[in-house]
């Protein structure tokens, strides 16, 4: 793996790891309210146990140059995204579905986090995102409207004209649903054309092409016929993405999800790596963010044809515990 390759990737990581650093003052032992010193939060596992002062944003991989393909870039991504613990339903009733994640979506953007993964559904005449089971929402797994968090995505590109952002849709609407928010959200502006993205395995455009062009979002999603009908990329053409729960977590292993091709499949140049337990639990989380994550980044390199994850997608971005070991 050329170092170049590698660069990105660690980069990333540093958000997830505690390393230690001899002036950062990561990887410190602290106590809540403790300062860690500027960049850095006191992250505790919620067991009692100290905590450790870690960063709250990765080194952005772009500080590492824009000249390489997309597909050398190793990106943070957020498993439901929109899933925020403590958050109220839009509807007013309180939702009973699982929680991923801690802060807003623009809170993950501000703090370095590039991939965000998003459920869609068809609920009250719009497009909401909810947390939900058999296809269908319901007030007590409606998040808020999609509109809502697209918006924000659009002030952040905005905002932020080097940024490149992937959204991963699991999409439950209707054919005709998705462009209507899209087209709302002002969204459009920064899309990715499916012409452009390589279809049998080639390298993506250069990253700094991609910012040039301002063609800095990248959508997937999970319905085929959308890609020719309404130009929404099929994630499984152009990614391959490993399980996600606990199947996902098993040492040595880095088996594929059952709508994805093989992890080795070369006609996809985009890997994904899942790496969160089926039940979301922000204390668990701690330990399986911190070596266990590394060890399966490691495995899954070598069962993806030697290529590092592009992205790697965690539950509860923020936390993480103490590693022994720097990387
Ligand atoms: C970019 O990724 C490709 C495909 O994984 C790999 O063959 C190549 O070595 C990488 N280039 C750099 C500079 O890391
Ligand atoms: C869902 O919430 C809406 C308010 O957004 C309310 O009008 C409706 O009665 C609720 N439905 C159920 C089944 O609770
Ligand atoms: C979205 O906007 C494009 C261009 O303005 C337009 O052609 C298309 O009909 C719109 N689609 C929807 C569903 O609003
Ligand atoms: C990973 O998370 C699970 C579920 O929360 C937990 O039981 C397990 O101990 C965690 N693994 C580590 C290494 O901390």
Redesign the pocket.
């Known amino acids: 793996?050329?170092?170049?390759?590698?660069r990105p990737l660690a980069v990333a990581l540093l958000l997830l790891l505690s390393v230690a650093s001899a002036n950062a003052r990561v990887g410190d032992e602290c106590s809540a309210g403790a300062g860690c010193g500027s960049g850095l939060h006191c992250a505790a596992c919620g067991d009692g146990g100290a905590g450790v002062c870690a960063r709250a944003t990765p080194v952005d991989p772009l500080t590492h140059g824009t000249g390489?393909?997309f597909?050398?870039y190793s990106w943070l991504t957020t498993h439901n995204s929109f899933a925020l613990a403590g958050a109220p339903s839009a509807t007013g009733a309180a939702i009973i579905a699982p929680t991923n994640q801690e802060d807003s979506v623009t809170a993950q953007l501000k703090n370095g986090v590039r991939g965000l993964m998003l459920d869609t559904y068809d609920f009250n005449n719009d497009v909401w995102l909810c947390h939900s089971f058999g296809g269908k929402c319901y007030n007590i797994t409606a998040f808020q409207p999609a509109i809502n968090v697209f918006k924000e995505i659009q002030t952040f590109l905005e905002a932020n004209p080097s940024a490149v952002i992937t959204v991963f849709l699991e999409d439950y609407t209707v054919a005709g649903s998705l462009p209507k928010v899209f087209n709302a959200s002002g969204l459009m502006k920064y899309w990715f054309p499916v012409a452009k993205m390589p279809k049998s395995g080639g390298?993506w455009p250069l990253l700094k092409d991609m910012i040039s062009q301002n063609e800095r979002l990248l959508v997937f999603a999970s319905k085929k016929a959308k890609e020719a009908s309404e130009g929404i990329p099929f994630e499984w053409n152009y990614v391959v993405e490993s399980q996600y729960g606990n199947e996902g977590m098993v040492e040595g292993k880095c088996p594929n999800r059952g709508e994805s091709p093989a992890m080795d499949s070369k006609s996809q140049?985009l890997v994904l790596m899942n790496f969160f337990t089926t039940d979301p639990n922000p204390t668990g989380v701690c330990g399986n963010n911190s070596a266990p994550l590394v060890s399966m980044l490691k495995t899954c390199h070598d069962l993806s044809?030697?290529?590092?994850p592009n992205y790697i997608a965690v539950d509860y971005y923020m936390v993480c515990q103490h590693a022994k070991d720097p990387i």
Request: charged share 5%; proline share 12%; no cysteine.
């Open positions: 793996m050329p170092a170049a390759g590698l390489l393909p597909n050398n390298n140049s044809g030697n290529r590092w």
